[in-house]
């Protein structure tokens, strides 16, 4: 009996397919069958899929007559496939070995419909060296589901599509639920995933979570089935359409729909600011005509966001005429002075916490968030200290009049709260105060004021 069938979308990939096969062959879980369907590819990949087919017969190969892009492949590798569960995969990643054995217990230990687990990301740094970065997830909730044998999607409803984002290479899918539920990939260029995973999660009765990493996903890979959406920059709004009339024909949208109005102004900000200018435009018109007009995204109270400049961007797109009217940044830092002009009460409820417990306050890092926030709140009088790690800022001023100091017992008496304005080295930094005090916390303030996956983080899930 099989019990996963490993679908991979291929085209181009004879640099990392070697890589991406030998880790699934290698796999704890014997019972699999490899189903790839080859895209038409132009390189040596029919080549090598062959190769390891002759090998091993658990590998079965599908051609496309032309190229017909991943989700028509995926399609076609999910109507042939035989396995108790599905996985869809990429051909320029790797995995644990242990990937499909335990999300196949998990899976089958809880009948559950989805099973998800992690992934991290990595590059090569031009030197051969692998660089590995983690996704941010909300860690206190992925502890909490991981313990459990499998939940209900109602449990998590109000935050269903922003725990986890709209890939398929980290969840396994019982076939006879997809095979009910009708669900198919969107044959869209980009995006062609989001749909199927995504009304996968709202139609499912039971869901696992493993809270560990078994994926390592490439990124910036120009052949990466991925890798095209400045051609298609209207697949972001084909798959939320797509989305919401689903939820509304499975009468589901009043469970997922705060979720739902989150997810897609964040997911659409996204695809708004990492276009290029003329896609850029073009999805501002269609913004005003489909999602934001036909979903009537802007038409929600403030109550319904969760955070400041998910709502702002709606109503900027909502009551521009022009794209260069709006006025939406496509900068980082610009986005960051925003983000501290329009949701000051979050800045305030930083401050009121500090307050209330006697806490000596400090900032760490005087990079440009660090600067930014300290040119709009240095001048109040709350905060005592401003760290640096960098021996160039040692001893110089800031704009604010304070004197940059190196954290060390000395410095850090009288300091109970340091706040930190980049999430890349938030980590660093509480480990940094941990072998100096046990008593002085840390907090993202990042993550706290523009989380990365749309989810409504307390500021006490941003402290360590």
């Known amino acids: 009996m099989i019990k996963i069938s490993v679908i991979m979308a291929v085209y181009n990939s004879e640099k990392y397919l070697k890589e991406c096969l030998d880790s699934l062959l290698s796999q704890s879980l014997k019972e699999i069958e490899i189903i790839c369907v080859d895209d038409a590819s132009e390189d040596n990949t029919a080549a090598i899929l062959e190769q390891y087919r002759i090998e091993d017969s658990r590998i079965r190969i599908l051609r496309n007559e032309e190229n017909c892009g991943a989700g ?28 499909l054995l335990s999300a196949w217990k998990k899976a089958v230990n809880g009948a559950v419909d989805v099973c998800i ?50 890939w398929a290479w980290d969840k396994l899918f019982r076939k006879a639920f997809v095979e009910e539920k009708g669900l198919q990939f969107q ?22 979570f493993i809270n560990d990493i078994y994926v390592h996903h490439r990124v910036e890979v120009i052949t990466s089935l991925s ?8 697949c972001c709004c084909l798959y939320l359409k797509k989305l919401k009339l689903y939820l509304e024909k499975q009468k589901s949208f009043d469970l997922y729909g705060k979720s739902f109005i989150n997810w897609a102004a964040n997911f659409l900000y996204w695809n708004f600011w990492t276009l290029n200018h003329e896609n850029r435009q073009k999805l501002f018109y269609a913004l005003k005509e489909s999602m934001i007009g036909e979903s009537s995204l802007s038409e929600y109270t403030s109550n319904m966001f969760y955070h400041a400049f998910d709502e702002w961007f709606v109503r900027k797109i909502a ?8 006025g939406i940044p496509i900068d980082e830092m610009e986005r960051w002075n925003i983000i501290l002009q329009i949701d000051k009460s979050k800045v305030d409820q930083i401050f009121q916490y500090a307050d209330t417990r006697r ?31 960098d021996p160039q800022k040692i001893g110089k001023k800031t704009k604010s009049g304070y004197r940059i100091e190196e954290f060390n017992p000395e410095t850090g008496e009288g300091i109970h709260l340091i706040l930190v304005m980049g999430v890349s080295y938030y980590k ?37």
Not at 134 to 155: D, H, R, W
Not at 227 to 234: F, L, P
Not at 319 to 326: D, I, P, Q, V
Request: glycine residues 8%; aromatic residues 14%.
């Open 428 to 464: 660093t930094v509480a480990e940094t105060v941990r072998t100096v005090s046990a008593v002085i916390k840390v907090l993202d303030v990042q993550s706290y004021l523009e989380p990365f996956l749309s989810y409504p983080l307390s500021l006490e899930d941003c402290i360590l």
């Open 227 to 234: 890798n095209r959406r400045d051609s298609s920059w209207e």
């Open 319 to 326: 009551g521009s005429r022009t794209l260069e009217a709006c």
């Open 359 to 389: 806490y000596g306050v400090a900032v760490w890092g005087i990079g440009k968030r660090g600067s930014l926030f300290l040119d709009k709140y240095g001048n109040q009088g709350k905060i005592k200290k401003v760290y640096d790690m």
């Open 72 to 99: 028509a492949s995926r399609n076609r590798g999910l109507s042939e496939a035989e396995g108790e569960y599905l996985i869809f995969l990429d051909a320029d990643d790797y995995f644990e070995q242990d990937m």
């Open 187 to 208: 044959e869209l260029r980009t995006t062609n995933d989001a749909f199927f995973v995504h009304a996968a999660l709202a139609g499912a009765e039971r869901i696992a």
């Open 117 to 166: 687990f992690k992934e991290d990301s990595f590059w090569d740094d031009g030197d051969g060296v692998r660089v590995f970065g983690e996704y941010s997830y909300v860690q206190n909730i992925m502890k909490g589901l991981a313990e459990k044998c499998c939940f209900s999607p109602t449990e998590v409803k109000e935050v269903l599509f922003n725990l986890w984002n709209g």
